[in-house]
């Protein structure tokens, strides 16, 4: 199977997953999300006009002639849905949460000054639906947060 990088995208963004290939003519395409068949998904390219979370997958176009053997070309997607943190504090403890996302992963960054650089105070957590909740104490004074994702 030949792999293409993984196209990674904003949530309600057009995409596009079309590969390149080449063959003797004319060349078929059938695709499909993990192992479900995408029913009348059969052109070289599979368009997206608005995609969302729940379209993050593994997408797996299977390119045939009728020379040679068939060629599975993989085409990961992963849809980026910026979350909303929700902060409380309380005498030095600060709790962090948010909802995450099949197929993402999540780094906590904070700072002290926003002139200084960003700090990862967490270990990576993997998206699951769930809402994630994080748990630190600063001393006094202020953070500022951010939520990286890949």
Do not use: C
């Not at 070289?44 to 068939?70: E, M």
């Not at 997607?77 to 902060?87: I, S």
């Amino acid at each position: 199977m030949k792999a293409l990088a993984s196209r990674t995208v904003a949530s309600g963004s057009k995409v596009t997953l079309q590969p390149e290939v080449k063959g003797s003519p004319p060349l078929h395409f059938s695709w499909r999300k993990g192992a479900s068949p995408l029913l009348g998904s059969t052109n070289i390219a599979l368009y997206f006009d608005n995609v969302l979370p729940s379209h993050s997958g593994d997408y797996v176009v299977t390119v045939s002639s009728y020379v040679g053997a068939s060629l599975d070309v993989l085409t990961p997607l992963r849809v980026l849905l910026a979350p909303r943190l929700k902060l409380l504090g309380h005498d030095g403890d600060s709790v962090v949460s948010f909802q995450s996302v099949v197929g993402q992963r999540y780094w906590l960054e904070h700072t002290a000054a926003l002139r200084e650089s960003w700090r990862t105070m967490t270990n990576s957590y993997s998206g699951d639906n769930s809402i994630i909740v994080i748990t630190n104490t600063f001393g006094d004074g202020v953070h500022f947060y951010r939520l990286r994702i890949e």
